[in-house]
């Protein structure tokens, strides 16, 4: 009975777990059922997102493929400089009201279609591309609210400056082919027409308050002169004179008659043109203020200048106390040096000193100056490894600056062909040899050449993951605060292990505070020329003709020199923060590869990237 009683019951619990373990199972089904329809949904609706970002990357791609060969057409003097010879025979008149208004419409045409696309539906890549053009477009148009066209020339940089180099046959422009020699007589033709309106405009400038500084003017006169010359040792003939073995006797019997038809019956005619009225007129109505704030919207156009150089908000009296203090901060450390070498006297009797030891001036012959920038080279090879694992394929060579521009110009890096035929060539002007001095030429090697604009510069050309638009486009503020940046690595490279070697990386990186302080000074301050020569002969210890001469450059390209300093510092910033933050994580090589792997960026993005980056190793 009992038996029966527990049989029933068992039976009945049974029944009674079964049907409640049945239902658990019809649940659990129809919960996996949602959930499938969800994943599936989840699934879709991810492969859709992705499926529309990849169709707006590619959208985007197009686009910006776009604006890269339209941008080479209308600025041919780029595309030669790429090393794509496509356009080596145009010249526009970029001083044109006609030329204006396309650049205008180019601009604004890129900036609308940017402005379609949605960020969430882009690759990380991508949105770097897109923000990039966006600012440079809008860079671009704003720059075109002002009238640099009615100052079209200057000591410095301009039209007839990049010819001359162009037509010297150590550049961009090559003469291989009976081809390239047409194509360089086209553009020299268009160089003529150039001419013309730039004396037209200067007219224009000088009836409306457009006018360069007397000083400037001064300096201006005799490269028009020598542009202006007759005799066959003019630059232009130089393609003349190095004719390829493979041309025949008539090929270079028709190329010599067209040239020096051209260049004396249009070209000089032209060029005596406008060196007359620059040495007459012109020098005449010339001002005696030094800024950019005499001209009308000069306050305006200083403040654009300095947020296209320094790619920051930064305003300009910003910039000057922050000028003030880094003078204040690299004087200390020159004193040290000072003492270290057992100098008697002060700072400024310092910097005399070194301007005029003899021992710093030992070279008797230009090709020693070039030797002794490539026995750098060699010396700082075996430590290059342990900074860096990112380094160019594109050669390099060390040249002396071309003599018609040698006098007034700077030591520079001029960057090789995208594809890297062409070397990179690193200029350095040696008007006075036995006057040369070799103190500060390790940090200027750093600067120019490696690891600063050679490998900046190179690398961006030949990084296959960059659209081609970023692979040539410029931001001082990244491109020179990069190279001066590199300056601070001297003593990890093997290099300022002599005192005044060192003291001349910090003369460097002090001339470039003292632009902080000199370039707001004259444009924003009311300095004169002759201030801001007198504060910087005593704040470094630079040559007083290089002085001048530099004081003059920044008269001539207002807020460019400040670029140097401020990007340098973002940098060096950027570096001290991730050393901090990352602790035994960080390594230098990878913050390196950070900094130069996406090409020339403006600070600020150049600023996130690196924060996400220090994000992401944490």
Known sequence: MYFMFYYFLYISLSSTILHKFYKFIATMKKLLLMLCIITAGLQSCQKEKGEVSKKEDGKLKTILENYYQERLKLFPLEATSAGDNRYNNLLPNDLSDDYIAKIKAFFTKYKEELAKFDDSTLSENDKLSKAILAWECDANLEALTFRKDLMPINQFEGMPLMIGQYASGSSAQPFKTVEDYNNWLERLNGFNDWVITAEAKMKEGVSKGYVLPKALTLKVIPQLKDLAKEDKTHIFYAPLNAFPKTFTEDEKKTITDNYTKLITEKLVPSLKNLYNYVSTDYLAKSRTTSGINAIPQGDAYYKHLIKRYTT??????????????????ISAEMEKVKNQVGFKGNLKDFFNYVRDKKELMPFTEPQQVIDNFNAIHEKMKPNLDKLFDLKPKTPFVVKRTEAFREKSASAEYNPGSVDGTRPGIFYVPIPDVKKYNFYADEDLFLHEAIPGHHYQISLQQENTSLPEFRKTIWFNAYGEGWALYTES?????????????????????????????????????????????????ENEAEP?????????????IPGQALSYKIGQLKIRELRTKAEKELGAKFSIKEFHNQ????????????????????????
Not at 312 to 329: M, P, S
Not at 495 to 524: C, K, N, W
Not at 544 to 556: G, K, P, Q, T
């Open 595 to 618: 900094v130069l792997e996406s090409g020339c960026l403006p600070l600020k993005i150049l600023e996130d990237k690196i924060n996400n980056w220090i994000q992401s190793k944490k």
């Open 312 to 329: 920051t908000d930064l305003t300009a009296d910003e910039i000057h106390k922050l000028g003030l203090n880094e003078v204040a901060r």
């Open 544 to 556: 007083a003709e290089s002085i001048v001469a530099e004081i003059e450059r920044y008269m001539a």
């Open 489 to 537: 690595l001297g003593k990890e490279l093997g290099l300022y292990q002599d005192p005044y070697q060192y003291f001349g990386m910090l003369s460097a990186e002090m001339h470039r505070a003292i632009r902080l302080v000199v370039d707001t000074g004259l444009h924003t301050k009311g300095w004169t020329r002759e201030q801001a020569i007198q504060y910087s002969m």
